[in-house]
Structures are given as C-alpha cells and as structure tokens.
C-alpha cells in the first residue's frame, strides 16, 4: 500500500529565516506531487506540483520554491520566510485516477 | 483561482440527521470530488464522481453533478458525531494535473 510521509508536523521560524519542508512517498512510482497552503479557516491553495524529476510548476508567485531530487521525495524551501508564509502545509500525490492521498500537514508559524 | 465553492460555509445538525453540502463551479470539468478534512490533520479523499455521471453512492455518502447547472451536491446520511469535519469539493478540468479545490464546509454533528 502507498503511504505519504511529511516532516516535520510543526515548525516555528522567526522572519528571515530559511525553510525546508520535505515531502516522501512510498510504495508507488511516478507519482504527480503537490504542495498546497491552507490558511486557517479556508481552502486549499495549489503552489507547486510536480509530474517527474526535475518538473516543477509553480502556480502562485511567493517567497517559496520547490524541488523534486528524487521520485518519491518533493521539498518545499524558502530562503528567508515571511510572516505571511505562516499556515499549514500539506503534500499530496496521485496517480493517473486523479484522486489525490494528503499527508498529515506541517503547520508552520512564522514569528 | 477557487473554482469550486461550497455552501453552506458552515451546517451544525443532530446525529441522526442528514447533512447536505453543495458546491458550484464555473467551467468544464473531467470530475468532481469531494475530501473531508478533520480539524489539524490531511484531507481524506471521499468520492469522485466523473462528468458523465449523475450520481454517485459510497456507504453513507450519496452524490450527485448536474453539469449543466455546474454544481454538485454532497449527501451524508444518518450522521454520527464523528462525521464532524470540513468537507471539500475539487474539480478536474481537462488537459490538467491540478485539482482546484473550494474553501469547504465545516460540519459538526452534535451528539
């Protein structure tokens, strides 16, 4: 079976400091991968996904970037984080079904 | 941008009671799907329903897509208090890997 994996479950960062969010899965391959934003209260925003090595797209423009090294392992990074970068981050992956499988979220405060 | 919005924004019933949430979104799309979302945690995917389909049934969940009024709704029959969680709907347009996802329902179901 697939399962996702992030880390960590929560961060506290003061302004200007850097961020790396990492983001495995296992047991599939090739998977499409998928940063989102969700703050508080609301939706989900898309930030960057991922369909293969190296293949990034990015939807929103931020202070934030993403990489993919390896199949199954997406990073979320910022150089120096903003106070608006605070929220919970989640990581998703799917296959050609379309439905996507969530991990359990970094909830990340910015101070 | 958000294309699917759900409605109400928030729906507090009994146990026992059924729990409908409706969504609606603005252009064409492969499929629909809707997540739920316990508080601090991933979304958890519930059903996807595609657009050539009416209606759709997983257990205790029916939905259902009338795709020339672009909306879809969500039914929870018999509710339990653990059903309390925000509900998500997301669509699939065609010729993309995103899913665009709607600022939810927060549910809560009363014992």
């Known amino acids: 079976s697939q399962t996702i994996h992030q880390w960590p479950a929560t961060l506290v960062q003061p302004v200007g400091s850097p961020l790396s969010l990492e983001c495995t899965v296992e047991g599939t391959s090739n998977p499409n991968l998928y940063w989102y934003r969700q703050a508080a209260g609301r939706g989900l925003q898309l930030l960057f996904y991922?369909?293969?090595?190296?293949?990034i797209s990015s939807e929103v423009p931020q202070n934030l970037s993403a990489s993919r090294p390896q199949d199954r392992q997406f990073i979320l990074s910022s150089k120096k984080l903003l106070l608006s970068d605070s929220g919970f981050y989640l990581c998703?992956?799917?296959?050609?079904?379309?439905?996507?499988?969530f991990g359990p979220g970094t909830r990340l405060t910015v101070t | 941008s958000q294309q699917g919005e759900e409605d109400p924004q928030a729906l507090s019933i009994q146990e026992g009671e059924n729990a409908t949430m409706n969504c609606s979104y603005k252009t064409s799309i492969n499929n629909l799907q809707w997540y739920r979302q316990n508080s601090g945690r991933g979304l958890v995917h519930l059903i996807l329903?595609?657009?050539?389909?009416r209606e759709k049934h997983s257990g205790r969940l029916r939905v259902t897509l009338d795709t020339s009024k672009k909306s879809s709704s969500l039914l929870i029959t018999a509710s339990r208090a653990a059903d309390t969680a925000s509900y998500f709907c997301a669509t699939h347009q065609g010729g993309s890997e995103k899913l665009v996802f709607g600022k939810g329902t927060k549910l809560t179901v009363n014992p």
């Open positions: 991922s369909v293969g090595i190296g293949q």
């Open positions: 998703a992956w799917s296959r050609l079904t379309y439905e996507q499988y």
């Open positions: 329903i595609r657009s050539n389909e």
